[in-house]
C-alpha cells in the first residue's frame, strides 16, 4: 500500500533550537496537509499546499513555523525558535483531491525542553 | 472551531457487542468522513460518505447520514479486540477545501 512517510519519528530538542519535519506524500497526491495533535486542542490543521502551492497556512504561528513544498515527493514544516508549547504530534497528510479521504503519516513526536 | 463533534468521548464494550457512535456538525457539508487512530499511530482513513448518501457500508462498518440533523452514526458490529482505537469524524463544509476533526470517541473493546 501506499503510505505517507514522515521522519524523524521522534524528536526530543532544547528550547530555542530550529526543528524541521519532514513528509513525503503520496505519489500521484496533489494535497497536502499538516495537522498538529495535542490533548488539549486536539487535531489543528497548520498549513494545506495544492500542486505544491500554499494555499492556506492561517493556523500556524507565523513568526517561528513555515511550511514549504520545494518539491511533489517533499513537505517540509520548520519551526524556529521552538518553544516548549510546540511539544505535540505533527502528521501529514495527503489526498488525491480537497474533497478525497486523507492519508495520514504516522507523525513526528516532538517534545521541546 | 471544531464542526464535528463526536459523542460519547469514551466506550467500552465487550468483544462481539455492536458499537455505536455518532458526530454531529453545525452547518452544510460537502462530506463527512470517519477516521480511526490506533494509540501512537497516524489516522486511518475509514468511510466518506457525500451529502446526498444517506448510508454506507464498509466490511463491519456502517455509516449513517442525516443532513436534516446535521448528524452521522458509525456502527461497528461484531467488535473485536482489534478495533479497540479512538474514532474521528471530520467534516468538509461547502467552499472549504479543508477538513474539520472532531475530538474523537475513545473506544475500548474488551476481551
Known amino acids: 500500500d501506499a503510505r505517507v512517510t514522515q521522519t524523524p519519528r521522534d524528536k526530543v530538542t532544547e528550547m530555542g533550537q530550529e526543528v524541521t519535519m519532514r513528509c513525503q506524500p503520496i505519489?500521484?497526491?496533489?494535497?497536502v496537509f499538516w495537522y498538529r495533535q495535542t490533548m488539549m486542542q486536539g487535531l489543528e490543521l497548520l498549513a494545506y499546499?495544492?500542486?505544491?502551492?500554499?494555499?492556506?497556512d492561517s493556523g500556524m504561528p507565523k513568526d517561528r513555523f513555515s511550511a514549504e513544498m520545494p518539491d511533489a515527493t517533499l513537505a517540509t514544516l520548520k519551526i524556529q525558535p521552538s518553544e516548549p508549547r510546540d511539544s505535540a504530534v505533527y502528521f501529514c497528510a495527503s489526498a488525491p483531491g480537497a474533497g478525497d479521504g486523507y492519508t495520514f503519516g504516522s507523525g513526528t513526536r516532538l517534545t521541546v525542553v | 472551531s471544531q464542526q464535528g463533534e463526536e459523542d460519547p468521548q469514551a466506550l467500552s464494550i465487550q468483544e462481539g457487542e455492536n458499537a455505536t457512535m455518532n458526530c454531529s456538525y453545525k452547518t452544510s457539508i460537502n462530506n463527512l468522513q470517519w477516521y480511526r487512530q490506533n494509540s501512537g499511530r497516524g489516522l486511518v482513513h475509514l468511510i466518506l460518505i457525500r451529502s446526498n448518501e444517506r448510508e454506507k457500508h464498509s466490511g463491519r462498518l456502517r455509516v449513517t447520514l442525516d443532513t436534516s440533523k446535521k448528524s452521522s452514526s458509525l456502527l461497528i458490529t461484531a467488535s473485536r479486540a482489534a478495533d479497540t482505537a479512538s474514532y474521528f469524524c471530520a467534516v468538509r463544509l461547502y467552499n472549504d477545501y479543508k477538513l474539520s476533526f472532531g475530538a474523537g470517541t475513545t473506544v475500548t473493546v474488551r476481551a
Open positions: 499546499f495544492r500542486n505544491r502551492a500554499p494555499l492556506d
Open positions: 505519489l500521484g497526491h496533489n494535497t
